[in-house]
């Protein structure tokens, strides 16, 4: 038989009479013939191998090229995670790259902001207008009148912009991710466990996959039960092809069960063997009545509690902090002390059940430990009453009954209690803490909570853990050892920081070695040191907030405060390195005021936004991730770890790991390298060129270059042998000084009772040693409940709280001028029960007005069972068509559909400086669709891709 060809228009007539033709007699034609010359043409079809960035989990795809166009992109079936899966993220960048909005040349704004006009300039004219106008504004006012921006608009910078702010000396890069998405998270387990780990288990598959393909030390049983709780987390929208399929295969092939606790019916709670739909806000009230059950019915693992956790320490009342042996018994000998001096294993003071006295606690095995902690009690020491850590954790736990929590998060007692069984009696198991804290005020005690379960459990370096190190590296010889977190980079640099699990002495040693590596340079080490460490105090919000350290960002009420008050100074330069922050950060309306007073603005991203358009003075065109090649954290799948390889390029766009190189250059020449705090200081993180970027990437992986390393097209990543990639009980391991491994904290024990925030409030303990910040009210140590500051149970004239959470469709501020994906999803969705529906009068799909204190939001009804009465959820949305030219007029695209509007940076986590972007309230009301909202499929033509045809060029650096 002849076979048919077929044109793309008679695939669709085809395909709509396909159903008749088939109850028709064999042999009908379906498809209609292609036209002779493009049947008969041959184009070459290319596939190509790489990582996709349409979220932060980087699935491997395959992609291919006819002509240098990209034609389809689908999953690579190779990939341990994603499996040839993946999700519309991925299949939208396709849209985006030949997006009209995709920008291809460097643009400088030639009318007035909010405008819309602009005209394209060469790289080396952009580059010189950047750098004149930084430096211009350095000279005038100071280096703080400069600052960066990044994160929180699909980002492919993050903490790297430190590198162009230290290069003038400037103190300020707001990071929207960081305050609001995992730093809160990141600290909890750097400090209290030792290492960054998932504790985002959106990566739920990575420990899963792990459980079904190794041996657990002779403890893998077939039958035996595991148990994933999703505090707050959605794998199966934020992370699709990623987490929400390894947790789909967890399901069907290992039998895993799940806990869900969110407000919504997500997709994972439709698959729960518990959900558990808590009112927003109240999550510490329910962690603390899991913290209670626990100790309660003695569910704890007895012997991690003892012995390799500080809930036995008893802690001094007016310190706050844990006595340390030899503060009780001067003369005290730590049999654990490393003789040379190098690392740092305190031993400190328990109540011991063997000779029912307070006593010394050296660390140690548990077999060799010359004490029998009592975790919860209180005893006196030197004549003062002092409870232990885990007493004091009971204490805070113990009004929270079933009942009590129930009460307050909107539950029942009995599914409580059957969701903690199922947990407490699985043989493995982990609670993944969703990005939910990190938008509200519990954000720095919510994952204290979490953990606190964990430890208590006994669920820390054990399958299924949130709280798991992987990869060689943590498989120390010596005592373990951690630095700061992403912070590191250039605490290290101008020497600050305290390394947990070194000693006073050792810590001066290696930061003095850093300020004579200054003084060798012909720079003056010591006032270097002096100047970062005044620079770090001077980053806005930094003294109440002294937790933003961690991902060297600022605090963004304070920010905003400053840029429009001019009060401690005025920062006056920006150069954003994200993409819409009118979608990611609020309140949007008072943010707008901030932007319009700034004297300058740079942009670099892929295409415009509606903050573009209203904000931007300049735009530096950066590469969508089918133009870029990299090879930078998070792009690790299971125990591999993936580059990113460009497959095509379009008109002049810049990777953007190059661009702030180029600027910071230039900031340089226009200063003065000699008027510049570190004038090299761009150079670390960024690179000159994309040559340079990929011969770096090259290196890390292990290969002479990029070409050596993209020439094997089924290998274009780093893999760590499985037996190496992840080992359980880590901490239980014997090291160089005899004794277990532990855990690289300060006590090498998990600090469930977290001594760091008390020292991070007092001093800015670890990150400003060895000066000391100016001191704040403290931080609590453990997890507490506060009911947030707007509240349904109190608040009468906005009786309804509201949330939000993730949407597969969507990434942060992304892809929403992606036409087909906003066909899909063309507005937001306000869910809501119908019984609180049915109060206001509202249906199913009337469009509804939501009103907070600061502003209002639009968005059409969706009733549904999965919420709570009083209750609402919506996503965080824009309608970048605001400033198309089918508008009669242009808007900031907030107004219309713009959740940020109401959310609230008046109440803050005093730790992290974390906004209220959920469980706020709110009032609603019905109304008409706002004028500008498209809804229909044809509306989003402006959208469509449009650029096909745009030459494949060279690159400009």
């Known amino acids: ?218 403890t893998r049983r077939d039958d035996s039960e595991r148990v994933f709780v999703m505090w707050g987390s959605q794998p199966s929208a934020s992370k699709a092809a990623h987490g929400g399929h390894g947790l789909a295969d967890a399901r069907s092939n290992l039998g895993v069960k799940s806990i869900v606790v969110d407000p919504y019916m997500t997709a994972d709670a439709v698959k729960a063997d518990v959900w558990l739909p808590v009112r927003p806000g109240s999550d510490t009230a329910l962690l603390l009545a899991w913290i209670r059950y626990i100790i309660d019915t003695k569910a704890y693992d007895e012997e991690f509690v003892k012995y390799w956790t500080n809930l036995p320490f008893l802690v001094n009342p007016e310190t706050k902090l844990p006595y340390k042996a030899e503060e009780v018994w001067p003369d005290y000998e730590n049999p654990a002390a490393d003789k040379n001096g190098v690392y740092d294993t305190p031993a400190y003071v328990c109540f011991d059940a063997r000779t029912n006295s307070v006593q010394p606690f050296p660390f140690s095995a548990p077999e060799d430990s010359p004490v029998d902690p009592v975790p919860f009690t209180t005893a006196k020491v030197n004549g003062v009453e002092s409870k232990t850590a885990g007493q004091i954790y009971w204490e805070e736990a113990e009004p929270w009954t079933l009942d009590a929590a129930a009460e307050t998060c909107w539950l029942e007692a009995d599914r409580i209690k059957e969701a903690l069984d199922l947990y407490i009696g699985a043989d493995w198991g982990g609670i993944s803490g969703g990005v939910f804290s990190d938008h509200q005020e519990c954000s720095s005690t919510a994952p204290l909570g979490m953990l606190a379960i964990d430890t208590l459990l006994g669920r820390i370096e054990t399958p299924l853990s949130a709280y798991q190190n992987h990869g060689p590296a943590s498989l120390t010889e010596d005592r373990p050892t951690s630095r700061l977190g992403a912070a590191s980079t250039s605490f290290e640099r101008y020497g600050l920081g305290w390394t947990a699990g070194l000693t006073k002495k050792e810590n001066d040693r290696l930061l003095d070695d850093i300020v004579a590596g200054w003084d060798a340079k012909g720079r003056d080490g010591e006032e270097m040191r002096r100047y970062f460490f005044q620079s770090k105090c001077d980053t806005l919000g930094a003294t109440a907030h002294k937790g933003i350290h961690q991902w060297q960002t600022c605090a963004p009420k304070e920010l905003r405060l400053a840029i429009t008050s001019g009060e401690p100074y005025r920062p006056r330069v920006m150069y954003e390195m994200s993409g819409n922050k009118y979608a990611v950060m609020g309140p949007a309306l008072e943010w707008k005021k901030a932007y319009d007073q700034q004297d300058f603005i740079i942009q670099q991203y892929p295409n415009m936004t509606s903050f573009t358009v209203q904000s931007v003075d300049l735009f530096l065109p950066t590469t969508e991730w089918l133009e870029y090649d990299s090879y930078e954290s998070p792009a690790t799948h299971f125990n591999r770890h993936y580059a990113r390889c460009h497959v095509t390029h379009l008109g002049e766009t810049v990777n953007p790991f190059v661009s702030p190189y180029q600027v910071g250059k230039s900031v340089v020449e226009h200063l003065g390298a000699e008027n510049c705090f570190d004038p090299d200081a761009f150079k670390v993180p960024f690179f000159e060129s994309s040559d340079a970027a990929r011969q770096a990437w090259a290196e890390q992986m292990g290969h002479a270059s990029w070409d050596e390393m993209i020439a094997d097209v089924d290998h274009r990543y780093t893999e760590t042998p499985i037996d190496e990639y992840m080992v359980y009980y880590q901490y239980k391991d014997k090291v160089s000084d005899g004794l277990p491994r532990g855990f690289a904290t300060l006590s090498r024990k998990v600090e469930a009772y977290s001594e760091s925030m008390l020292r991070l409030a007092r001093t800015g303990f670890p990150y400003m040693y060895p000066y000391e910040q100016e001191a704040c009210e403290d931080y609590t140590p453990i997890c507490v409940f506060k009911e947030p500051t707007e509240s349904p149970l109190t608040d009468t004239e906005y009786p309804l709280v509201i949330t939000t959470g993730r949407l597969p469709h969507f990434h942060h501020g992304t892809m929403r001028h992606a036409p087909f994906i906003r066909e899909v999803m063309p507005v937001p969705e306000l869910r809501i029960n119908p019984q609180t529906a049915a109060e206001y009068g509202i249906e199913h799909l009337d469009w509804v007005k939501i009103t907070s204190r600061r502003g209002s939001s639009h968005a059409r009804a969706y009733l549904t069972q999965g919420i709570a009465p009083g209750v609402l959820i919506t996503e965080r949305f824009w309608n970048p068509e605001c400033f198309d030219a089918s508008q009669e007029s242009i808007s900031p695209g907030i107004e219309e559909c713009g959740y940020n509007c109401m959310s609230a940076d008046e109440f803050q986590n005093p730790c992290f400086a974390t906004n209220s972007y959920r469980a706020f309230t709110v009032k609603i009301e019905k109304c008409e669709r706002p004028a500008r909202v498209w809804v229909e499929s044809e509306q989003f033509q402006p959208l469509m891709p449009t650029l096909q045809n745009e030459p494949v060029t060279e690159e400009v650096f």
């Not at 079936?77 to 999700?87: A, M, V």
């Not at 005038?140 to 790297?160: F, L």
């Not at 909890?188 to 598959?205: A, I, L, P, Y």
């Open 1 to 218: 038989m002849e076979k048919a060809t077929i044109s793309r228009r008679g695939f669709v007539k085809g395909a709509a009479a396909a159903a008749a033709a088939l109850t028709a007699a064999g042999s009908v034609q379906l498809l209609e013939p292609a036209e002779e010359a493009y049947a008969a043409g041959s184009v070459e079809r290319v596939m190509h191998k790489t990582a996709c960035h349409g979220c932060t989990n980087c699935c491997p795809v395959r992609v291919y090229t006819e002509e240098g166009r990209v034609v389809k992109i689908e999953g690579d079936p190779d990939g341990p995670l994603n499996k040839g899966g993946i999700c519309l993220k991925c299949l939208g960048q396709m849209q985006t790259l030949y997006s009209p909005r995709h920008v291809l040349h460097p643009m400088k704004r030639v009318g007035e902001r909010g405008e819309n006009k602009w005209e394209a300039i060469s790289w080396d004219e952009a580059v010189d207008l950047a750098g004149e106008q930084i430096a211009t504004a350095v000279e005038k006012y100071g280096p703080y009148a400069y600052w960066s921006a990044r994160g929180g608009g699909g980002a492919y910078i993050e903490w790297e912009t430190w590198g162009m702010d230290y290069t003038v000396g400037g103190c300020n890069s707001l990071a929207s991710g960081a305050c609001q998405c995992a730093m809160p998270r990141d600290f909890v387990s750097t400090t209290s466990v030792g290492f960054n780990c998932c504790v985002d288990m959106d990566n739920v598959d990575r420990f899963v996959g792990i459980v079904d393909n190794a041996e657990l030390d002779g």
